[in-house]
């Protein structure tokens, strides 16, 4: 669960990374942020792993822990009287001066359940590639018609600016890509030309709707993967398969968003999902717009649940030799106009596709998966589609109700994680109906593109790999912290980590904050907090 409260002056003048590594070595806490207060005076602000921040007194810290009782270790923590004690339950008030004075206000320490953190945490990773246990990163080019863009220097004035020579990359607020407003009718795409694409690593959005079905929201799916702390390069191409009616409805909202493509089609027609390489996707999300009929709650969900099944049960040619003998030619174009790269070995059976499932009726559940043997009165957040994050239920987010009553900040923080970075200025603008508006980049905005975002990292190969061998979770906590500025929130681990039969499944489940004595295996991928990066490269 989530909770907040005020870190002991013990901590003050210590950099983030060296808080958070106390935090969770002494008190067996994960601080993920804190609340920054602005010399200006100006609103508060909650920082998520911030770099180079150092806590100042009576600072509010976010933490993940099982109750409120363990997160006040973090206001009692005093170096004088325990810092040889081993036992972190040993931690309590002491007589010191330093905690004579009195403690500010914090926020009401309310708990969030980790259902509703679960499957943020894994969607969130939208452009980092966890495949045949590697990280890898879509390569793609950039925007084909850029400009020359002027430089700017932090000394630069509004008045330097040469705004014809000047692209609007971003919005303007800094926190999202953008682009000029594309029409949809340049976007849709038929399904040869899907076909000839050739689309890897991308996002597939599986639509159920009427043309005349009430609006669900599309901005706020893509938006997030649309957050400015990605490279242009990194942006996954999001393909919508449905009925181009009613996606014209929703475009306003989604135009000026760049790499967005629509198949006018159905999501249970297995030529259109063959013809976006849903085998290929990094995921695919099935959603549904229609209004659920009120003669059997059961059957709202019916569509969803079908296309689902039809996924799980097509198989797929493994024809990534043969694509990747036929573009060898150079300058080998796809129908987008971007080159034909291929990142990775897709799927061989439907039953590995990355998929997300959203569904009105929890109990809806147990029709998802086949082989899993749940009793169909298990509580959702306790089911296997849901531990292993293929199932999502507008229920999830009831917890957040109460919590957002008697903890806003707390809420905040959640939104950040899912949105990419949502600012009360973009929340304004949104709300007047303006939509995402395009602004110059000067040193201001572009300094908004320095924030954190959830990563995914394996421990099969690269810099943490040796991790994988037997190591203890407390190991690679400290270490990726100090070598590498990532902050270790959870494990996702393969459901039949321990065979080695063809009985296994390719199934991953959460484990969020792991005991620090936990132990590591080489299949493991950790979610990560991780810094932006300013280089267009971004070393794995």
């Not at 000026?256 to 297995?270: A, E, F, M, Q, Y």
Request: aromatic content about 8%; some cysteine; charged content about 20%.
């Amino acid at each position: 669960e989530m909770y907040t409260e005020t870190i002991s002056p013990t901590f003050t003048g210590m950099a983030f990374s060296q808080a958070a590594e106390t935090c969770f070595v002494k008190l067996k806490l994960l601080l993920l942020a804190i609340e920054i207060r602005p010399d200006d005076g100006s609103d508060r602000k909650i920082s998520i792993n911030p770099r180079g921040v150092k806590i100042s007194p009576n600072t509010v810290g976010f933490f993940i822990a099982q109750s409120a009782e363990e997160v006040k270790r973090a206001w009692f923590f005093c170096k004088a009287c325990h810092e040889d004690i081993k036992d972190e339950k040993q931690i309590k008030k002491c007589k010191c001066k330093a905690l004579a004075g009195s403690k500010k206000t914090s926020l009401a320490t309310m708990p969030i359940k980790p259902s509703a953190l679960k499957k943020t945490v894994s969607m969130k990773d939208g452009n980092t590639n966890a495949v045949n246990g590697r990280t890898t990163i879509a390569a793609t080019d950039g925007p084909k018609k850029e400009k020359t863009e002027s430089r700017l220097d932090a000394d630069s004035t509004p008045n330097d600016i040469d705004f014809k020579s000047t692209e609007m990359r971003y919005d303007s607020t800094g926190m999202f890509h953008w682009t000029q407003s594309t029409s949809i009718e340049d976007s849709i795409l038929d399904r040869n030309q899907a076909a000839m694409t050739v689309l890897n690593g991308h996002v597939v959005v599986c639509l159920f709707a009427d043309p005349d079905s009430p609006l669900i929201g599309l901005r706020n799916l893509v938006m997030p993967l649309r957050a400015s702390n990605f490279h242009y390069h990194e942006l996954k191409h999001v393909v919508i398969v449905g009925a181009v009616d009613y996606i014209r409805r929703e475009w306003k909202t989604l135009q000026n968003l760049p790499k967005i493509s629509v198949l006018n089609g159905s999501p249970l027609s297995r030529a259109d999902l063959r013809a976006v390489n849903v085998n290929l996707c990094d995921m695919c999300v099935i959603l549904s717009a229609k209004v659920p009929s009120n003669d059997d709650p059961t059957l709202a969900d019916k569509e969803a649940i079908l296309a689902s099944l039809n996924i799980k049960a097509m198989t797929f040619d493994d024809t990534i030799g043969v694509l990747n003998q036929s573009s060898n030619a150079p300058d080998a174009m796809s129908p987008l106009g971007s080159p034909i790269v291929l990142h990775r070995k897709g799927s061989v059976y439907g039953s590995n596709v990355p998929m997300i499932t959203e569904l009105v009726n929890d109990s809806n559940v147990q029709f998802l998966d086949q082989d899993d043997d749940d009793d169909p009165d298990t509580e959702l957040y306790l089911t296997q589609p849901f531990a292993c994050g293929t199932a999502f239920a507008v229920s999830v987010l009831d917890s957040l109700m109460s919590t957002t009553y008697f903890n806003q900040n707390a809420l905040t923080l959640i939104r950040s994680l899912i949105t990419g970075g949502a600012t009360p200025e973009l929340e304004i603008i949104l709300a007047e109906g303006a939509g995402l508006r395009g602004g110059y980049s000067t040193p201001d905005t572009l300094s908004h593109r320095d924030r954190c975002r959830v990563g995914q990292i394996s421990l099969s190969d690269g810099p943490l790999a040796t991790f994988g061998e037997g190591r203890k979770y407390q190991d690679l906590f400290v270490a990726s912290l100090r070598n590498y500025g990532m902050l270790c929130i959870g494990l996702y681990r393969l459901r039949d980590a321990a065979l080695t039969t063809v009985d296994a499944t390719s199934k991953r489940y959460v484990i969020t904050n792991p005991p620090f004595d936990f132990g590591l295996l080489p299949t493991d991928q950790v979610f990560v907090f991780i810094h932006w990066n300013k280089r267009q490269s971004t070393s794995q």
